[in-house]
């Protein structure tokens, strides 16, 4: 792609029946970076990440993701292109065991090809899963199945890692495991696009931030400039 975007988002405006809640949002991910979404509850970030995924389909404006149209593709198609969304609330199989769990985000014949060595991956990025492997996923804390949903998303070998809110409501140890590990996935070649309330952890990971307002991009810039940013400071950081 000539423009060195992995996924670009135009002048998208989103509703819900007819309730507009995205307006004219326009932000760009380019491969390798780890990029990140900041705004209040209700700002628009979840609706923004369902829309990349066709989860919904935009008023007008479009997304791409490596020069192909998403928002013209059922929600189906997103996965084979190379991207996982892994949603808020984690939304394991409970009654189903964890490695089940994690077998199911290989569902797509180039992934099935790879599910063994993609299994080993996993495992090594969450050793606490190999030994839940035989485990309920109902059964486990929910830092636990935090981990194994995003090592679900994690084995369709997507090039786009989505995560919506992963830190939320884990303890503080847990989220420093959660930020520990999006690093981790990140220095392994995964490009990031993550959606998160822990808005001071997300800036100092993140190569560059949108921060959402009322379904507006309001401010951008790199995560260093944007954690002494004195708007941040004030609306997100309590500073």
């Known amino acids: 792609m000539s423009s060195g975007n992995m996924l670009e988002v135009k002048s ?28 209040a509850n209700g700002s628009g970030k979840s609706t923004t990440l369902a829309t990349i995924s066709s989860l919904l389909t935009p008023k007008r404006g479009s997304v791409t993701f490596e020069g192909q149209p998403l928002h013209t593709r059922a929600a189906h198609e997103i996965i084979s292109l190379g991207i996982a969304h892994v949603p808020e609330a984690r939304r394991l199989f409970p009654d189903m065991t964890v490695e ?16 063994p060595e993609m ?11 190999r ?9 486990m804390s929910g ?29 503080p140890l847990l989220v420093g495991d959660i930020f520990r590990v999006v690093e981790e996935v990140h220095k392994q070649g995964v490009t990031v696009l993550l959606v998160e309330q822990n808005v001071f952890k997300t800036l100092t990971i993140a190569d560059r931030a949108y921060v959402l307002e009322n379904g507006q991009i309001v401010h951008s810039g790199t995560g260093k400039d944007l954690l002494n940013d004195e708007h941040v400071k004030k609306a997100y950081l309590g500073l």
């Open 131 to 139: 030994e839940r492997a035989k485990q309920l996923a109902g059964t």
């Open 12 to 39: 998208l405006d989103v509703f819900y029946g007819d309730v507009q809640v995205l307006w004219d949002v326009n932000f760009e991910v380019k491969q390798g970076e780890v990029v990140a979404l900041i705004g």
């Open 119 to 129: 299994l080993e991956k996993v495992y090594t990025l969450f050793p606490r899963m």
């Open 143 to 171: 830092g636990e199945q935090q981990m194994a949903a995003i090592g679900r998303g994690l084995m369709s070998k997507p090039r786009l890692l989505m995560l919506d809110e992963p830190s939320l409501g884990l303890s």
């Open 100 to 115: 089940e769990n994690l077998l199911l985000g290989a569902l797509t014949p180039e992934a099935k090809k790879t599910r």
